[in-house]
C-alpha cells in the first residue's frame, strides 16, 4: 500500500493575533455588515437591549460621578471655610491659565492626527454598513438613560 503524503499550512496564531487588535478581530472589514447575518428584526432587538444596558449604566454611573464630585467640593469647600485647609487662589488661577494656553496651541492646528482620523474612518464603515443595529442602539440607549 502506498503511503500518502498529507501537507497542512502551519499558522502561528499567536504571531497573528499579535498584529491585530481585538476590535478588528470582531468588527474587521472582511467580517462583513451585520445585515449579512442576522434579519431586521434581530438587529433592532440586538441593537435596542445592548444600548438600553449601556444607556442605563452610564446614567447610574453618571450620577454616583457626578455625586463623589459634587461631595469632594462640598467637603473641600468645608475644610477650607473651617480653616483645616488654605487655597492658594493665585497659584489656581496661574495653572488654570497655564492649561488654557495649553487648550488654545493643541487646538489651534486644527488637524486630527492620522491614527485617529483612521479610527474615525473605521467607526464610520461601521455605522454605514449596521445603519439598522445602530438605529436600535441608539434608541435604546435613550430609552436607558430614560428609565
Not at 495649553?102 to 491614527?115: A, R, T, V
Not at 464610520?124 to 438605529?135: A, D, P
Amino acid at each position: 500500500a502506498g503511503a500518502k503524503e498529507n501537507s497542512f499550512n502551519v499558522l502561528d496564531l499567536a504571531e497573528y493575533t499579535k498584529n491585530r487588535p481585538w476590535w478588528r478581530k470582531i468588527f474587521a472589514p472582511s467580517s462583513g455588515s451585520s445585515a449579512e447575518k442576522y434579519n431586521v428584526a434581530t438587529q433592532l432587538v440586538i441593537g435596542g437591549v445592548t444600548g438600553w444596558c449601556t444607556g442605563f449604566i452610564f446614567q447610574k454611573v453618571g450620577k454616583l460621578a457626578a455625586t463623589a464630585v459634587g461631595g469632594g467640593f462640598f467637603l473641600l469647600q468645608i475644610a477650607n471655610h473651617t480653616g483645616y485647609i488654605k487655597v492658594d487662589w493665585k497659584l489656581v488661577e496661574r495653572d488654570v491659565n497655564k492649561a488654557k494656553q495649553q487648550l488654545k496651541f493643541h487646538s489651534s492646528g486644527n488637524k486630527m492626527p492620522p491614527e485617529v482620523k483612521s479610527r474615525v474612518d473605521e467607526v464610520i464603515i461601521f455605522l454605514k454598513k449596521n445603519v439598522i443595529l445602530t438605529g436600535g442602539f441608539a434608541g435604546g440607549f435613550l430609552l436607558g438613560m430614560a428609565s
